[in-house]
């Protein structure tokens, strides 16, 4: 599988940001994917995911009511929107993924890092004034 995000950026506090993911070389319905970040100094960390066949959708408490995960079944993409910026979301994200091996089962959890084995090279999102 091949992903790349798409996206980051500089933004103002409160601003908005919506990140993409093109996914190739794989069958991207039956794909589990997820939206990773890592500050500096810091873990990486699970933001989103949506499951492969029911679209379940997963957040984190950082940003659950603020952000929207999809896919674009035409691109074959999936997207993060994240609206009300603030400068703790300052992070290099990653897009993650892998084949559902036609189960929906996580086995480590949907935000778990270590439920992944593709991913892509990252995209900086810097909220600053």
């Known amino acids: 599988a091949q992903l790349v995000e798409s996206g980051g950026g500089m933004v103002q506090p409160g601003g908005s940001l919506r990140l993409s993911c093109a996914v190739s070389?794989?069958?991207?319905?039956?794909?589990?994917a997820a939206w990773f970040r890592q500050a500096p100094g810091k873990e990486r960390e699970g933001v989103s995911a949506?499951?492969?066949?029911?679209?379940?959708?997963y957040y984190s408490t950082s940003v659950k009511g603020r952000s929207t995960i999809s896919r674009d079944f035409t691109k074959n993409a999936v997207t993060l929107q994240i609206d009300d910026l603030k400068p703790e979301d300052t992070a290099v994200y990653f897009c993650?993924?892998?084949?559902?091996?036609?189960?929906?089962?996580?086995?480590?959890?949907?935000?778990?890092?270590?439920?992944?084995?593709?991913w892509g090279q990252g995209t900086q999102v810097t909220v600053s004034s």
């Open positions: 949506i499951s492969a066949f029911d679209a379940s959708t």
């Open positions: 070389g794989v069958t991207f319905s039956l794909y589990h």
């Open positions: 993650a993924g892998r084949p559902s091996n036609h189960g929906g089962h996580y086995y480590a959890g949907p935000l778990n890092k270590d439920e992944y084995d593709d």
